[in-house]
């Protein structure tokens, strides 16, 4: 490693020297202190009994050989800091670590797993003109092992369930909750200790190595959440780490976050390599084919906070970040949770923007979500709840969610927060996902929204499966089966990004509560007629340029979804008449829609 480099910010592959790496019959370790004073190791190697490391004079870099330490065997750093006081610390840079609450790095050899997925790399692209339809899901509550004290498949023996799970349901892409090594439970991996160790929750590193083999054999992508605004305050971690604040604030207006935990110093370079090098680390030596970089407005503004102002230092990082990525991964996909209006957070750094391939549309899940919370007699005041996202939506690259976040803390899940009672929320839930596959925008759904989950989630327990025993379930279940099987195949569906693709065909019916959407591609209409008003519909008409063909692909009314009509006894009507057609359509309540239309040619 060039030490310069590490010191101006610039390396991305930090990890691959420090760390404790295999050297001839040995490990060699080495760590970067720059104010202890003096440095020991404790292993299992050495009876955890303290051995020194080397100084290098004023570089901050400490060194130690062991011709006596193995892989698989554990160890510590004693840091002396200023003043003589000693902290027991992990390795920041250590690829394994031991299960909470034991708090020991692991030697390991990254080299153990061979992949075996070159064919998915070599055709892997970051989805911008593809179907993308993540499955988010918490690595521990999705299934749980009743064989396990704590309830935890391996990651391996996960893959061999979602793998078929995922492509009978639809999906192209899992986003995996962080998966960083992390003390606490409930803080669902948002605050790390080991920024470059898989949590040994679910196994070993060659075990998430296989993980993302088996499903790239599977041909779905793998996308991980990855923390770069704060770590956990734990004392073994990075906090203090040379015995003073060296990856966090020396202040605690800028060093505490609000979750109580510390702060990275985006303005320190070493700092901002350890950061690049942990999210190339993912993405080169595990394969994974994206991160969901975490509160993004954290870095913006200060604190999140757009009144105190733009942190420029933290900008300047992230497009670098961005940047050296993405010459390293151009096929990778960088997705930013941002919640501000911050401009070109999706724009290319070499435009002058941030350099994000998506960002998440919070505004868009928000408004939504609102809507469908409101009773039907104020949707038509809240009408164009609806049609603000089109207001903005070019701006950026958008992508629809709806997240982990949505589901906890007292706020319902998915399926709850749909107005009325039990069985009014099925309906509306099934006309909101056709609006938001209607809607232009890679998605994005947390595990359990797809089978209506009611209980909110709890990362002690898993998914409630049974709750497909009942048929109102089964048959929500089947109807995201298919809208995502629809979304898969339809192209007009994925040129999310092409102005020419999306058109309102009727966004003025207030009073009645419909809204009619038009996917185009070539000689190809998708067209989605809406019904969010609590009453029936009858003969809705609006005209459409050109002569068409009309196809009926799905409606979420028919009985095979829980609805009430059969299939394929829908009243929808098209008539040409010279280079104008006319459908009339009659809506039950709470209902939609989806045509395909294919132009006729001219005589």
Known sequence: MNRQDF???????????????????????????????????????????????????????????????????????????????????????????????????????????????????????????????????????????????????????????????????????????????????????????????????????????????????????????????HFAVDTYGLRLYDGTPFYEYDNRDTGESEWGSCNFIHSRREVQCFLQSAANYWLSEYHFDGIRMDAVSRLIYWQGDERRGINDTAIKFLKDFNLGLKQRHPTAMLIAEDSTS???????????????????????????????????????????????????????????????????????TILQKMYGDYDDKFPQARAMYLYMMMHPGKKLNFMGNEFGQLREWDEKQEQDWCILEYPIHKAFHRYMIELNKIYQKEDALHKDYHPYNFQWLDCHQEERCIYSIGRMKEDTMLVAVLNFSDQEQEDYKFQISGRWRKKILLHTDWEIYGGTIKKRKENCHLKGKEQESELTITLPRYSGILLELKKKPIS
């Open 7 to 229: 010191y101006d910010g610039k390396i991305f592959d930090a990890y691959k020297y420090m760390g404790a790496h295999k050297e001839g019959d040995g490990i060699r370790f080495i760590t970067y202190a720059p104010r202890a004073e003096k440095i020991s190791i404790i292993g299992e190697f050495n009876q955890w009994q303290e051995e020194f490391l080397t100084k290098e004079d004023q570089s901050g870099f400490f060194s130690f050989y062991s011709n006596q330490a193995q892989v698989g065997q554990m160890y510590k750093y004693c840091i002396y800091g200023p003043g003589g006081h000693m902290q027991q610390h992990c390795d920041p840079y250590g690829f394994e670590m031991e299960l909470r609450p034991g708090d020991c790095s692991i030697i390991c050899d990254l080299s153990e797993y061979e992949f075996h997925d070159q064919e998915w790399m070599e055709g892997r692209n970051d989805g911008m003109e593809e179907a993308v339809n993540i499955y988010e899901m918490h690595m521990g509550s999705w299934k749980m092992n009743p064989e396990d004290k704590n309830g935890w498949y391996s990651y391996d023996e996960i893959a061999k369930m979602l793998v078929p799970y995922l492509k009978s349901n639809h999906y192209t892409h899992v986003e995996l909750m962080p998966l960083s090594e992390h003390p606490f439970d409930g803080s669902w991996g948002y605050q790390n200790t080991g920024f470059f160790a898989p949590t040994k929750r679910y196994g070993k590193p060659a075990q998430l190595m296989k993980f993302v083999d088996l499903l790239h054999q599977a041909g779905i992508g793998v996308i991980m959440d990855f923390v770069p605004v």
């Open 342 to 412: 911050y401009q070109g957070v999706t724009t290319p750094v070499w435009k002058g923007g941030l350099g994000f391939d998506y960002k998440w549309d919070l505004g868009w899940m928000h408004d939504t979500l609102e809507y469908f919370q409101t009773g039907p007699q104020y949707r038509t005041r809240d009408y164009h709840k609806l049609t603000f996202s089109m207001m903005y939506y070019w701006n950026e690259h958008y992508m629809l969610e709806f997240c982990h976040d949505e589901v906890v803390h007292g706020k319902a």
